[in-house]
C-alpha cells in the first residue's frame, strides 16, 4: 500500500559465487537483525523478507500471517494498534502492517514473514541488486501496488527475540578489525595506522549499500605514488576486496558494503570481521565511528546469533591485534618470484605474488593456482576471485580455518606449472568505442559541481592522459587506443564483468591516475583508464578510472541460469554466461558516432546481442619473446612516459596534491 523510502527484497548470505565476475551478494546489510527475525519466526534463517531504509512499507495481508519487524527503532502497528518491534505478531486476513519511519539510533528495520517471500531467484538468490536490475521484484526497490508471495508456515513461531541476542544500536559505533590486507609500513606509515585505529570517523551522507563514505583525516602514506598503478599513493595494481574492507579511494576512507565492488585497486589497511559488518547496515550519517583491533582467531562467528556474537555489547572488547601488519606469510616459488599471504578480514586470504609492478608472467601465476584450488574442489572454500598479480581465497573459517589454508597454499605451490607454459584461450572481441561520448562528458560536469571543480583531471580527462604520458595531441591518444590490444587480466573491475584489461604492447599502455576523491556517478558501459589498465564500467555507479569513452554492455542479462563451483568460468544450462568476457580476451577498439553507440546499446538491451569474436590463444613463451624482439623501442616509450609522469608528479606536489591537510 506504501513502499516505504527503499524497501527491497532480500535474503541470506545473498548471492554467492559469483564475486569473480563482479556480482556482489547484496542482502540484508544488517544481517543479524534479518536472521534472528527469520529465527523467531521459525523460517530458515536466510528466508527472503524486507529490508528497509530509513522508513518501512505499509502492506495489506491476504491470508493470515505471523510477522516480525527488527532493527532500528520505528513505529509498527497493526490495524492501526501499535505493536512491538522483536517480537512475532499474528496479522490477519485483510489486515495492514505499518512501518513507521525510522527513529534512530540505527538506519535500517527489516519486515520479516512467516515462510518468507516467495520470488524466482536470479543466479542462486532472490536479493535484490539494484544497480544491477537484478534479484527482488523486477530488480528494484518495492513500488505502490506490488504483490509479494508468500511461501507457507511451517515452523513452530516463538514469542520475541530474547532481549540478549538483540543488537546495540548506537550513534557512536565500535567496529572489530583486522589488520590488512594493505597496512604499514608498505602503504601507510606507522602514524597513518595509529590514526586509523586512533580517531573517531564521521559517516558522510553519501552513503549506501555499495560502501559507506567517512570523514577523518588524510593519510601521509608511506609511498610517493602508486607507479604503474597511478599517481596517487593509494593506488595498487588491481586486487580483489573484501566485504567490510576499509577502501582508501585517494585520501577517502569507505567501508565496502554488500552491494560494493570485487576488484579495484586502492588499499584496504583493515578489514571489519564477518561477525561485525551487521554494524554496517545501521551506520547513520552523523554517526562516529572507531575501528578497534582484535586477533583474528578471536572474532566472533557469523554463524551465532546469540550472545556469542556479542552484538549486545555496545564496545569491543580488545586486548589487541595480531600485530603483523596484515601479513600472514612471505616465501619465495622461484628464484624470481616471490608470494605474500596476506589476511582479507578472518574469512579470507589475498594471494600476492611478485613485486609491485605489472608483469604478466605473475597474472599467469595467479591463473595457475585459480585452476588449481578450482580442480581441488577445496573444502570450505566459498570464493576465488583473481586479480592482476593477486588471487583472493574467501573460507568459511568453521570449516577451513586460515593456518590450515595457507599451509594447503604452500603444498599448491609445489605442483604449479612453469609461468612460461602458460597457454589458455584468448579470443579476439571487437567492440564499439564512441571516443569523448556525450555520457562521459556529463559525468566529468556532474563531478566538478557535486564533488571538486579544481581536479587536475578537470575538465577534461582525455588532456590530462595525453598530459601524464607526454603524448604531443589528444590524436595521439585516440590512435594509441584504437591502435591497441587490450588483454583482459580480470573480470568485475566496476561490477557486472567488467574487464579490467592492459595492452599488451607496452607502447600501447597510457598510464594515469585515479579519480581523488571518487566519482559519485559514472554511466554504464564508460570506458576508462587508470593506472596502467582500462576498464569497462558493468553498470552505474562511483568510479575514478579517467574517461576516454563508452561501449556497448558486458553483461547480459537475458542469458540462462548458472550453477556450478565458486570461483568458477561456469556455463548455464541453458544460453550464455551473462558476462561477455573472459579472463585473457583480447579487446580491439573500432570507432563509431554517439548516436550510432545509443542504437547498439538499445539492440542490446533487447537480447539482440551481436559480438564479432575470433578464437585464438595466448602463449606467455611467445609474448616474452616480441617483448625481447622490441626491447629498444619499449624503453625509448617508457622514458618519454616516466618523465611526464615525474612532471605531473611535481606539478601536484606544488599544488598540494599529495600533501597531508
Known sequence: MRPGMRTTVQDWPGRTGYWHVGVPPSGPMDDLSFRLGNRVLGNPEGAAGLECTLGGPALKFAAPTWVCVTGAPTDVTVDGVRVEQWRT??????????????????????????????????????ATFTLGRFGGRDG??????????????????????????????????????????????????????????????????????????LIGPKPEWARTDGGEAGLHPSNIHDTPYSVGALDFTGDTPILLGPDGPSLGGFVCPVTVVAADRWKLGQLTPGDAVRFVPI?????????????????????????????????????????????TYRRAGDDAVLVEYGIMTLDLGLRARVHALHQHLLAACVRGVTELTPGIRSLQIRVDPQVLPVPVLLDLLAEAEQHLPAADQLVVPSRTVHLPLSWDDPATREAITRYMHGVRADAPWCPW?????????????????????????????????????????????????LVTTKYNPARTWTPENAVGIGGAYLCIYGMEGPGGYQFVGRTTQVWNHHAGPLAGRPGADRRPCCGETPWLLRYFDRIRWYPVAADELLDLRADFAAGNVEVHAEDGEFRLADYRAFLAANEGSIADFRATQAAAFAAERNSWQLAGELTAG
Open 461 to 509: 580527462n582525455i588532456e590530462f592522459i595525453r598530459r601524464m604520458n607526454g603524448l604531443a595531441s589528444v590524436a595521439d591518444v585516440y590512435d594509441t587506443v584504437f591502435g591497441a590490444e587490450y588483454l583482459v587480466l580480470g573480470l568485475g573491475d566496476v561490477y557486472l564483468g567488467a574487464p579490467v584489461a592492459t595492452p599488451t604492447d607496452p607502447r600501447h599502455r
Open 295 to 339: 586477533r583474528s582467531d578471536r572474532a566472533a562467528s557469523v554463524r551465532d546469533l546469540g550472545p556469542a556474537r556479542r552484538a549486545a555489547w555496545p564496545t569491543v572488547l580488545s586486548a589487541g591485534g595480531d600485530g603483523d601488519d596484515g601479513i600472514l606469510r612471505r616465501t619465495d616459488v622461484d628464484d624470481a618470484t616471490g608470494v
Open 89 to 126: 505478531v499474528r496479522v490477519p486476513a485483510g489486515g495492514v502492517l505499518d512501518v513507521g519511519a525510522v527513529r534512530g539510533p540505527g538506519m535500517r528495520c527489516y519486515v520479516l514473514v512467516g515462510g518468507g517471500i516467495q520470488l524466482p531467484e536470479y543466479l542462486g538468490s532472490a
Open 140 to 213: 528494484d526497490a518495492l513500488r505502490g501496488g506490488a504483490v509479494l508471495p508468500l511461501g507457507p508456515q511451517h515452523g513452530r513461531v516463538a514469542t520475541a527475540v530474547p532481549m540478549d541476542d538483540q543488537p546495540a544500536l548506537s550513534r557512536r559505533w565500535e567496529l572489530a578489525v583486522t589488520e590488512g590486507p594493505h597496512g604499514a609500513p608498505e602503504f601507510f606509515t606507522r602514524t597513518d595506522f595509529g590514526t586509523i585505529l586512533g580517531t573517531d570517523y564521521q559517516v558522510h551522507f553519501n552513503s549506501d549499500r555499495t560502501g559507506v563514505r
